[in-house]
């Protein structure tokens, strides 16, 4: 997949600032993506907060607009493909060291082909004064979405 870079990002969170936006392009999601909307609203998210899921919708689309601007035809992902992409990221996050939530993700960077990508879902993810994302919801949200990342990365061939 082409490199998204952190300019493509910030245009599709400028187009994400207006709510209705986020509504539609959803909806069209669900047409035109229904594994990654299954995956988004999986058992497994539902665990999460309200905020953590209005934030996970929000990273989704930002992570899925910026990929459609310099991907013409995404594919549907592959349930199979996402499974054992998530099950090796969270690995990789169980067996690092560190208190620190950025300390503890560093090692996703290491030659990481969508790092401007990372490094909002990192940014975004950083602690906030209004406590609106947990510990725990932080580690699943960050792996979450570098598999959506990841399993977008697998599946397009560079043109």
Do not use: H
Request: no cysteine; aromatic share 10%; net charge negative.
């Amino acid at each position: 997949m082409k490199f998204i870079s952190e300019s493509t990002i910030d245009e599709a969170i400028e187009v994400l600032n207006e709510p209705s936006v986020s509504d539609a392009l959803l909806k069209q999601m669900a047409i035109s993506q229904p594994t990654l909307l299954a995956y988004i609203t999986a058992e497994n998210a539902s665990a999460f907060s309200d905020s953590e899921k209005d934030f996970l919708y929000f990273a989704t689309l930002v992570i899925l607009l910026s990929i459609k601007k310099e991907v013409d035809d995404l594919p549907d992902l592959k349930v199979s493909m996402i499974d054992q992409i998530e099950e090796r990221n969270y690995s990789m996050l169980m067996e690092t060291k560190g208190k620190v939530f950025r300390d503890r993700i560093t090692v996703f960077f290491e030659n990481y082909t969508q790092e401007d990508l990372l490094a909002f879902v990192e940014d975004a993810l950083e602690e906030d004064e209004d406590a609106l994302i947990t510990k725990e919801g932080r580690d699943y949200l960050f792996v979450m979405l570098k598999t959506i990342i990841d399993t977008f990365d697998a599946s397009i061939v560079n043109e």
